[in-house]
C-alpha cells in the first residue's frame, strides 16, 4: 500500500492519545520508576507524533489551495454528522507547531515535574491529541469536541502543578473559556438548523441571511476573542501564565492562543462574510486597544512572566489586526505572526523557566547582571527578546511587516496607530532584558546561579535557530501558506461581490 493512502491524519491525531493510555494501563505505581517510565512513553511518543508530522509536511502539496490527506467516516449517523479530518496551507504549520513544542514541553519538565508524574504526562498527551485535532477537524461539531476538549487537561495542569494561587487561575481560565464557547454551541446549532450540514467545506459555501450572519458572528466572536485572548476578554490570561508550571506556558502561549485566530480564519470569514464586513471596524478597534493598552501594562510589570504574557496579547492585537484586513499580506502576515509567537513566547517561557528553577522567583528587581555568570543564557535571552521586538532578520519582523502592510492598505490610521506597539514592545523588552541582564549587581545568589546546562541548551538552541532560519527564510512558510489564503480571500470577495450584486438587482425591481 502506498504511504500516502494510509490515514496519516488519524495517525498524528490519536498517537498521543494511544501513549496516554499506554501510560495509564500498563504503568503501575507511583514511585520513580514508574515517573520515569511515564516521562519516557510521553518523550517517545511526542517524537514519533513530530516524525509523522514531518512527513506529513514533506508530502504536502504546497500547490492545491484545498485540503489534503483527508479521512471521511460516519460518525452521528442519523443527523448526518460526519468524522471529517483533513489540511490546507493555513492548518499544516498549526499541527507542526503542536507537535514540535509538546516534546520541548515534556523535556522542560524533566525534573521540575516531581508529584504525580506520571498523570502530567497523560494531560500532556491528552491535550495534543486535542490540539491537533482542532486544527485539522473538517467537521463544525468534531472541531468543538476539540476546541472545547483541550480545556480538561490545561486546567489540569495549571490547577495540580501550578503556583500558590494555581486553583483561583484555573478555574479563572476555565469559566471564561467556557462562556465563550457557550455561545457559539448555540451558532453551530443554528448553522445545522438552517443548512442541514456541519461539515466545514460545505458551510464555507452556504449563503446566509445578513440578520443571521450578525448574530452567528458575535457568537463565534465570543468564543474565539476569549481564546486569542483579545482586549478586554484577556484578563484571564496573566492569570494563568503566571501560576502554570513552565511547560504549561510554554503550550498555552505556542498553540492554545493560537486557536482563536484560526477559527476566525475557518469559521467566521469564509462562512459569515457579509457579517465579517460589518464588524471589521469594531475589530480594529478593539486590536489597536490591545496592542497599545496591553504594551503599557507590560511596561510596569515587575513579574517576567506576567510582562511576557502582557507581550502575548499586545502580539495576538497584530494577529487579530491582520486578519480582518482580509488583504494577501494581512492575512499571511497573521499566520506567520502566530507561528512565529508561538516559537518566541513559548521559548521566553522557556528562559524564565531555567532562572526560575535556580532562585524560584520571578521578581525581575531580584536579577540583575547574570550576564556574569550566565553568557550563555545572555546570547539565547537576547536573540529572543530581539524576535519578540521584531528586529530584522528575526521571524517576528516578517509577520509584524506584513500585518501593518495589510492594514495600511485597510486603514492607514489604525495601521499608524498599531506601529506605535512595535516602539512600545521594543521599550518593554528592552527594559525587561537591560534589568535582568545588565542591571545592578546587587543579590548574590542571583550572581551565583550556574549558566545553562546541556538539557537547557538543547531545548532553546532548536527555538533560537527557528526565529533566526524564519527570519531570513520566510518563504519556507509562504510558500505554503499563499494559495489556501488566495483562495479565502477570493471566495470571501466573490460572496461580499455576490450579495452587493443581488441587493443592486432588487432595488432595480
Known amino acids: 500500500m502506498d504511504m500516502l493512502d494510509f490515514p496519516l491524519l488519524n495517525f498524528v491525531t490519536f498517537l498521543p492519545l494511544a501513549g496516554a ?9 507511583d514511585g520513580e520508576i514508574a515517573a520515569r517510565n511515564s516521562k519516557l512513553v510521553a518523550l517517545y511518543t511526542s517524537l514519533f507524533t513530530f516524525a509523522f508530522s514531518l512527513f506529513m509536511f514533506q508530502n504536502f502539496d504546497s500547490s492545491d489551495a484545498g485540503f489534503q490527506f483527508e479521512v471521511q467516516s460516519s460518525w452521528l449517523k442519523p443527523f448526518g454528522i460526519n468524522y471529517h479530518l483533513g489540511v490546507d496551507g493555513i492548518s499544516i504549520f498549526f499541527i507542526l507547531l ?34 491537533i485535532g482542532t486544527f485539522c477537524a473538517l467537521d463544525a461539531v468534531l472541531f468543538y469536541v476539540f476546541f472545547e476538549g483541550v480545556l480538561i487537561p490545561m486546567f489540569l495542569i495549571i490547577g495540580v502543578w501550578g503556583g500558590p494561587r494555581r486553583v483561583y487561575s484555573s478555574y479563572k481560565f476555565f469559566l471564561f473559556t467556557l462562556l465563550g464557547s457557550v455561545l457559539m454551541l448555540v451558532g453551530l446549532l443554528v448553522l445545522y438548523a438552517m443548512t442541514g450540514t456541519t461539515d466545514i467545506p460545505l458551510l464555507m459555501q452556504a449563503d446566509l441571511p445578513f440578520d443571521v450572519q ?58 459569515l462574510p457579509d457579517a465579517t ?159 535582568v541582564v545588565f542591571g545592578p549587581r546587587e543579590h548574590h545568589d542571583a550572581l551565583s546561579m550556574p549558566d545553562l546546562n546541556s538539557r537547557e541548551m538543547w531545548l532553546l538552541i532548536p527555538l533560537v535557530a527557528m526565529v533566526l532560519w524564519f527570519g531570513v527564510f520566510p518563504n519556507q512558510v509562504m510558500n505554503k501558506i499563499s494559495p489556501s489564503v488566495e483562495r479565502l480571500i477570493a471566495e470571501y470577495n466573490d460572496k461580499l461581490n455576490g450579495q452587493i450584486h443581488d441587493a443592486e438587482n432588487i432595488g432595480q425591481e
Open 277 to 435: 464586513a460589518y464588524f471589521t471596524d469594531f475589530v480594529y478597534i478593539l486590536s489597536v486597544i490591545a496592542i497599545i493598552y496591553t504594551s503599557l501594562i507590560a511596561l510596569v510589570q515587575d513579574d517576567m512572566k506576567k510582562l511576557i504574557a502582557y507581550s502575548s496579547v499586545a502580539h495576538m492585537g497584530f494577529v487579530t489586526l491582520g486578519i480582518f484586513t482580509i488583504t494577501q499580506q494581512g492575512v499571511e502576515g497573521a499566520i506567520f505572526q502566530m507561528l512565529s509567537h508561538g516559537i518566541i513566547s513559548g521559548a521566553l517561557f522557556l528562559c524564565v523557566g531555567v532562572v526560575y528553577d535556580r532562585l524560584h522567583t520571578r521578581e525581575i528587581s531580584r536579577y540583575g547582571g547574570i550576564v556574569q555568570n550566565m553568557p550563555k543564557y545572555a546570547t539565547v535571552f537576547m536573540i529572543l527578546m530581539l524576535g519578540s521586538v521584531g528586529l530584522p532578520g528575526t521571524s517576528g519582523f516578517v509577520g509584524e511587516f506584513l500585518v501593518l502592510l495589510g492594514a495600511f492598505q485597510s486603514n492607514t490610521l489604525i495601521a499608524a496607530l498599531a506601529a506605535t506597539g512595535v516602539i512600545l514592545g521594543a521599550a518593554y523588552m528592552l527594559m525587561l532584558y537591560r534589568r
Open 21 to 29: 493510555l499506554v501510560i495509564m494501563l500498563v504503568i503501575r505505581g
Open 214 to 271: 450578525k448574530w452567528l458572528w458575535i457568537a463565534f466572536f465570543a468564543s474565539f476573542a476569549v481564546k486569542m485572548p483579545m482586549w478586554p476578554v484577556h484578563t484571564w490570561l496573566p492569570d494563568a501564565h503566571v501560576e502554570a508550571p513552565t511547560a504549561g506556558s510554554v503550550i498555552l502561549a505556542g498553540v492554545l492562543l493560537k486557536m482563536g485566530g484560526y477559527g476566525f480564519l475557518r469559521f467566521s470569514i469564509p462562512m
Open 98 to 131: 503542536a507537535t514540535f513544542l509538546t516534546p520541548v514541553c515534556i523535556l522542560s519538565s524533566w525534573d521540575a515535574i516531581k508529584v504525580r508524574v506520571k498523570e502530567f504526562m497523560i494531560a500532556f498527551l491528552v491535550l495534543e491529541t486535542f490540539m
